[in-house]
Each structure stands twice: as C-alpha cells, then as structure tokens.
C-alpha cells in the first residue's frame, strides 16, 4: 500500500475513533477493517477532541475520505444532493483549469522560447545563424589540421 494512503487511513481512523458508538456503528466494518489493516503503524497521528476539527491539522486526502463516508453514511438525501452538486461544481471548475492550462488545440502552436527568473518572464526570438557553405567546408578542414 502506498505510504502516503497509509498515513491518511491512520488519521482517518484517529478522527472516527471520536465517533459516538451510533455513528461509529453506520460504517461498514469491512471498511473499518482495511482501514486497520492498510494503515501506517509507526504513523502516530493524534487530535484533540477539545478542539474544533478545523483548527487541527488534517491532510487533504483524509478530508476527502471524511467527506465520503459522511455522503455515504450520515447525510440525508437532501445533503447528499447539496453534496453531490458541489463535488459535481469543484469537478467541473478543475477540468476547466485544466484545460485552459494544457488546451489540446494549442498544443502545436509555435510559441517563442520563455526564460523564467524570480517569477518573471522574458520571451526571447530564436534567432539561427546560417553560415555559407564554403565558410563551413573551410572550418571543417581547419578543425582537421587543429588535431
């Protein structure tokens, strides 16, 4: 299993441990028990429920777990309609972005070569040097006798 996975299961399982035992018991325990055996166990990860959830450290991953157990398990049909909206939104706003930064149709337009320093562009013309040919066969014969 992937480390990074290991250490969200670990946070996810922290975070439920905080369940009461109603809600704890609305998930599935073959989920709760990939969540056990795929976790990190050297991974010690701990919140304290005296404090809001929001105030604390959690990776994102585990947020985005968080949010489909509570899809899948504790909202309502209508929250899970608000929900589903919402993911359907973010979804839509990223694909977006990505394909205004990677736009298939520009992707064989020839663009002039960029430098990048200190978050600042600089566009350069290419600019080719064409020797004349007997200029070529004269510092060819020169790089020969160099030797």
Known sequence: MNEKYSK????????ISHFSEEEYSKIPSE???????????NYNYK?????????QYISRETEALIVILFRDY???PKQ????NNLLKQNQQKTDKEKYE?????????????????????AILPVTIK??????????????????
Do not use: S
């Open 8 to 15: 969200v299961y670990t946070e996810l399982l922290e975070i």
């Open 130 to 147: 064409k020797e004349k040919w007997y200029i070529q066969i004269l510092d060819f014969f020169r790089g020969i006798f160099k030797k």
């Open 47 to 55: 919140i304290n429920p005296q404090i809001d959830l929001n105030k």
């Open 31 to 41: 989920k709760i028990k990939f969540y056990e055996d795929n976790k990190d166990k």
């Open 74 to 76: 504790f909202a309502t």
């Open 101 to 121: 930064k990677y736009n298939p149709n520009d992707i064989f337009k020839n663009k002039k070569d960029e430098i990048i320093t200190n978050n600042q562009v």
């Open 80 to 83: 899970k309609d608000i929900l």
